[in-house]
């Protein structure tokens, strides 16, 4: 089972081609960048007790709690119901040709099939409502997420949401979003934009760190992701873990207070840069206030009932997917993912830049 589970994920991220277009660090960029190697990883433990699957069903498939009654996916001609495939996007140009970039013309068109093919793009407030087990879905419910705070989400995508009527998540890097805070090369999302969006009602803000989507050296050689990494240098050797946990604590409390006072909306979504994250790391999310998490990797439906902390998106914003081959991805997730509701994630997902 978990050699047929490791080859399902394989084919997913190849059916969307799940390659990074975030900016590395400088010592990463390279004419060819070196590929990465995952820490492997146990998967995680129920809080309860472990019953057979039948029993628990998609309340439990993660180990986590609720207060309502959640409902079993189902998949048929029709499509799927009582689940919900969270699409991740980045950034938008007229040519792409490499990360995590789609062409204008390939988000219309997607947008376009989703119409026509009968998917409801859902509401965050719902999605967590869903999730905790206190409401229903539509048939064929998607969550549209877009992250970092590229322009091109204003320029390209937003006025999208607007001709279709879409809600939408927004992931910011907050540091992004003032004058000087993006590393050179990015043009991201201003103040004033994203006060715009968030007025309309259609793009929920939500959290991506207020500056750790970066990588961080954890060793000679080594780097990890700034919010999962204990940082190390030559001169003052390993980071400690009291260090750790304040360097990351400061920074999501501030990126979760800057947004929830510059647009007077609750912040409880956060999305792991790089997708990566780690059981310390969770701690120190809940502590500061952050209820739904996100990954990017694990290519899943999301269920009533399951455990909030890991999240699945699907990458439908890499430059080789095509809208046919996105929408495509969407119904093999779905129909996956209703036939195997008790899957788990890892308890870790972990990446070393070598």
């Given at each position: 089972?978990?050699a047929a589970r490791?080859?399902?994920?394989?084919?997913?991220?190849?059916?969307?081609?799940?390659?990074?277009?975030?900016?590395?660090?400088?010592?990463?960029?390279?004419?060819?960048?070196?590929?990465?190697?995952?820490?492997?990883?146990?998967?995680?433990?129920?809080?309860?007790?472990?019953?057979?699957?039948?029993?628990?069903g998609a309340a439990?498939?993660?180990?986590?709690?609720?207060?309502?009654?959640?409902?079993?996916?189902?998949?048929?001609?029709?499509?799927?119901?009582?689940?919900?495939?969270?699409?991740?996007?980045?950034?938008?140009?007229?040519?792409?040709?490499?990360?995590?970039?789609?062409?204008?013309?390939?988000?219309?068109?997607?947008?376009?099939?989703?119409?026509?093919?009968?998917?409801?793009?859902?509401?965050?407030?719902?999605?967590?409502?869903?999730?905790?087990?206190?409401?229903?879905?539509?048939?064929?419910?998607?969550?549209?997420?877009f992250d970092n705070?590229?322009?091109?989400?204003?320029?390209?995508?937003?006025?999208?949401?607007?001709?279709?009527?879409?809600?939408?998540?927004?992931?910011?890097?907050?540091?992004?979003?003032?004058?000087?805070?993006?590393?050179?090369?990015?043009?991201?999302?201003?103040?004033?934009?994203?006060?715009?969006?968030?007025?309309?009602?259609?793009?929920?803000?939500?959290?991506?760190?207020?500056?750790?989507?970066?990588?961080?050296?954890?060793?000679?050689?080594?780097?990890?992701?700034?919010?999962?990494?204990?940082?190390?240098?030559?001169?003052?050797?390993?980071?400690?873990?009291?260090?750790?946990?304040?360097?990351?604590?400061?920074?999501?409390?501030?990126?979760?207070?800057?947004?929830?006072?510059?647009?007077?909306?609750?912040?409880?979504?956060?999305?792991?840069?790089?997708?990566?994250?780690?059981?310390?790391?969770?701690?120190?999310?809940?502590?500061?206030?952050?209820?739904?998490?996100?990954?990017?990797?694990?290519?899943?439906?999301?269920?009533?009932?399951?455990?909030?902390?890991?999240?699945?998106?699907?990458?439908?914003?890499?430059?080789?997917?095509?809208?046919?081959?996105?929408?495509?991805?969407?119904?093999?997730?779905?129909?996956?993912?209703?036939?195997?509701?008790?899957?788990?994630?890892?308890?870790?997902?972990?990446?070393?830049?070598?």
């Open positions: 089972m978990a490791r080859a399902l994920l394989w084919g997913v991220c190849l059916a969307v081609a799940c390659v990074s277009g975030v900016p590395r660090p400088s010592v990463l960029r390279a004419a060819a960048p070196p590929a990465r190697r995952t820490v492997p990883a146990p998967a995680l433990q129920p809080e309860t007790p472990a019953r057979p699957a039948a029993a628990v439990k498939h993660l180990g986590g709690g609720t207060s309502g009654r959640p409902v079993r996916p189902a998949y048929g001609p029709g499509g799927y119901r009582n689940e919900v495939v969270a699409l991740m996007y980045h950034a938008f140009r007229p040519h792409p040709t490499a990360g995590d970039v789609i062409s204008p013309a390939n988000l219309a068109a997607q947008f376009r099939l989703m119409r026509q093919d009968g998917f409801h793009p859902i509401t965050l407030a719902r999605f967590e409502a869903f999730v905790r087990g206190r409401a229903s879905v539509p048939p064929n419910a998607v969550l549209l997420t705070g590229y322009r091109s989400f204003y320029q390209v995508a937003y006025p999208l949401l607007r001709r279709y009527h879409y809600p939408a998540v927004l992931f910011a890097i907050v540091r992004w979003l003032s004058p000087g805070g993006a590393p050179p090369g990015i043009h991201p999302l201003t103040w004033a934009q994203v006060r715009a969006m968030a007025q309309s009602g259609l793009v929920d803000v939500q959290s991506q760190t207020w500056n750790l989507h970066a990588g961080v050296a954890v060793g000679p050689g080594r780097v990890e992701a700034a919010d999962i990494g204990r940082a190390w240098s030559p001169a003052g050797g390993r980071e400690t873990l009291a260090q750790y946990e304040a360097r990351v604590g400061a920074d999501l409390l501030r990126a979760r207070q800057t947004l929830q006072r510059r647009l007077g909306a609750p912040v409880q979504a956060f999305a792991y840069p790089f997708g990566d994250y780690r059981p310390r790391l969770i701690r120190l999310l809940h502590q500061a206030g952050y209820r739904y998490l996100f990954a990017a990797k694990l290519g899943w439906g999301n269920l009533s009932g399951q455990n909030p902390q890991v999240l699945f998106r699907l990458n439908s914003g890499a430059y080789t997917v095509t809208a046919p081959g996105a929408i495509a991805a969407i119904r093999q997730v779905a129909r996956d993912t209703a036939l195997h509701p008790g899957w788990r994630p890892p308890r870790r997902s972990i990446e070393v830049w070598p």
